[in-house]
């Protein structure tokens, strides 16, 4: 009946022998609030959002029922505020900028925001994500703001149909998460793989997948940045 014990299934079966569990992000984006609560009624908790305004009205929608949301959507200065107020981990963050406008907004009464640094692999045209060379800076600022606690990295691999390429990519961040790791103690998340390589991912050491269509099906339609869905606020 759920396409989701499929996936969790899958995850377990491509899971190395004594490597830690691998968290399941769903990534809700466009689907209704009701697919929503259908999934955390089966169980799923994290669920991952990539339009504030989106989020934050299905967060409102579906408060007490014990949800983990992350941003996975990229992170504009002008939207730290709402972010840091609704969210409860941001995977995006990569820039110098962001670090203080999010810590500053973050309420006191929440717990610290959890945040994945987005790590750029590939030296190309791609506006998101922070260059490997950049990143321990990055994550210095970060470890020093009581507000803002940093998990790990998260990459997006540009397409790539050749499944050594993502293989060698995703091995790429693992390595540099493993070299952060000596100097930076909370770090226990590596956030990578989505619906089409999730598997691959995992073989390289993802502690936690993006999936999308192959939990939900096609989304339903395209999103719209700056409205809410219908139906998000009933
Ligand atoms: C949409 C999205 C996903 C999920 O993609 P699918 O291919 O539908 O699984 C994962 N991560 C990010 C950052 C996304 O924007």
Request: net charge neutral; hydrophobic share 40%.
């Amino acid at each position: 009946m759920s396409g989701l014990d499929d996936i969790l299934t899958r995850i377990e079966l491509a899971r190395p022998a004594g490597s830690d569990p691998v968290r399941l992000l769903a990534v809700s984006k466009g689907q209704p609030v009701e697919r929503i609560r259908v999934l955390a009624g089966l169980g799923q908790r994290h669920f991952g959002e990539n339009y504030v305004q989106e989020g934050a009205a299905k967060i409102a929608a579906l408060a007490g029922h014990g949800l983990v949301w992350h941003l996975t959507g990229p992170l504009q200065s002008n939207k730290c505020a709402e972010v840091a107020r609704h969210f409860d981990w941001i995977e995006t963050l990569d820039r110098a900028k962001l670090v203080g406008l999010l810590a500053a907004a973050r309420p006191a009464d929440h717990p610290p925001l959890q945040v994945l640094v987005q790590v750029k692999l590939d030296d190309e045209a791609s506006k998101s994500g922070a260059r490997a060379a950049d990143v321990p800076e990055l994550c210095r600022l970060i470890a020093a703001e009581a507000r803002l606690c940093l998990r790990g990295l998260m990459t997006i691999p540009r397409p790539d149909p050749d499944p050594a390429g993502r293989r060698r990519r995703f091995a790429e961040l693992r390595a540099l998460f493993e070299t952060l790791r000596a100097d930076f103690p909370t770090l226990d998340t590596l956030s990578m793989g989505m619906s089409d390589d999730f598997e691959l991912a995992i073989a390289e050491g993802a502690t936690e997948v993006r999936i999308g269509t192959a939990l939900f099906g096609p989304r339903p339609s395209p999103t719209i940045p700056s409205s809410d869905p219908p139906g998000a606020s009933t």
